[in-house]
């Protein structure tokens, strides 16, 4: 059975038979905004979403050694903030990320992830000791509107759920009101065994420099 976690909550990477989870998936799943009411007073108006899932890896000095985000985002505004061009594959293959979803999903939650990052622990260079998954808000809206923003692990492919180690849900209220961007979690070695943590810190950033330099100077 799923690990429900909670805000701060920190787990073993452990399933209930004892084996070591090593090779798994990343995903986040987000609703469209529907609203009563649309043409006319009938049916419903949606809007859609687009949601970006990056993730950093920071060694043991504390730096940000590789990453995962949108290819999409113009490289001079990367190199405002000092940040390489996006890219959808980590060194060694160790993390892959399964491309830009920009709708959400609209008539309720389809049982998929819009956007996964395929993880294998086994693959990560020696020297990395966190990894950060986190969420942009490229449109208008803010995290007060969205629905839902759910982050889980499993086993399984992008497009199919074998199994479902952890999830963790971010529902819309009014905290989130102004918010643009979520820190969702991060994987963390300790004594040579990885981790996992849920943060789900909302925050005002606007472009995922912001959100990267947010990450080393707060969280490390």
Known sequence: MAI??????????RKSGGATLTEFCVGVNWGAIEKKGGFLGFGKSVTQVDLDLSCVMIDSAGQVSDHLYSPDYKPDFLAKFGLPPGKLLSRNNALRHSGDDRAGDSGGDDGLDNEVITVNLTAVEPNISQIFFFLNNVGQEDFSMIPYAKIRMYEGTPTKVKEV??????????????????IMGKLYKKDNEWKFNAIG?????????????RIVKSYL
């Open 4 to 13: 429900n976690l909670q805000k701060g909550q920190r787990i073993d990477l």
């Open 165 to 182: 180690f952890a999830d963790y849900n971010v529902a819309a209220e009014a905290q989130y009101a102004g918010k643009k961007a979520l």
């Open 201 to 213: 810190d909302p925050t005002e950033d606007v472009f995922l420099g912001q959100t990267i330099h």
